[in-house]
């Protein structure tokens, strides 16, 4: 097993590319291996991989821009002052908009949960770096725990009328108890849905770029090759913000419905 990780380990440095029978051999799924750290061998629970890298470079980034970067509180900010301040905008105006002014108090949570997503999406399209997001293992637990959140607060704020959330009190007495069950297995696939969404798309757009690394090394379609990768790294960095939004407003709607569960 370890010679197989240190063959996928040498493979995941690029598209390594072969003329097999005449064919073009790359593998753009590779880039998604997680390897340790330091040595070879197998993953376990406390072994320091390249996800484990990546995760705090996001974290120290994060740190740097609303620590470090707005420490000064200058009238005439500066750029990271600048940037901290629109992205603590952004979030605040969406948090209220959708949740209303009782949810403000989970700013905070909020805030983090976006900046960190927008960090490793984007940290994650520098050459040779890691993309933690396109991994189930770390948009499930940031999934879950909106999830375990959003539920735990629901029943402490609400109570048992917390359930009022999966009976559909407008739509017809007959309808109603389908209507619940509907309502209850939607609101169990959220945390699928909401992990899912992330990752996938980062995935998707990170493999799709390594086969047109692939195709460039064909002389006669290498310059389309090129325009291609360049077009699709231009839309990776607008899939990067668009998923941290959407999972960011995700996370706003769930928890407006768990602060006003009454349909």
Known sequence: ????????AEMAHGAEHAAEGGS???HPMDQFIVKPLFGHGDVGMFTITNVTLWLAIAVLAIIGLMVLGTSKRAIIPTRSQSIAELAYGFVYKMVEDVTGKDGLKYFPYI?????????ANFLGLIPMSFTTTSHFAVT???ALAVFLTVTILGFVKNGASFLGLFWVSSAPLALRPIL???ELISYFVRPVSHSIRLAGNVMAGHAVIKVFAGFAAIATISPLSVVAITAMYGLEVLVAFIQAYVFTILTCVYL???LHPHH
């Open 24 to 26: 073009l051999v790359f």
């Open 140 to 142: 499930v637990v940031l």
């Open 1 to 8: 097993m370890a010679t197989e990780a240190a063959h996928g």
């Open 111 to 119: 805030m983090t949960l976006f900046l960190f997503i927008v960090f």
């Open 256 to 258: 407006k419905d768990a």
């Open 180 to 182: 619940a069950i509907i």
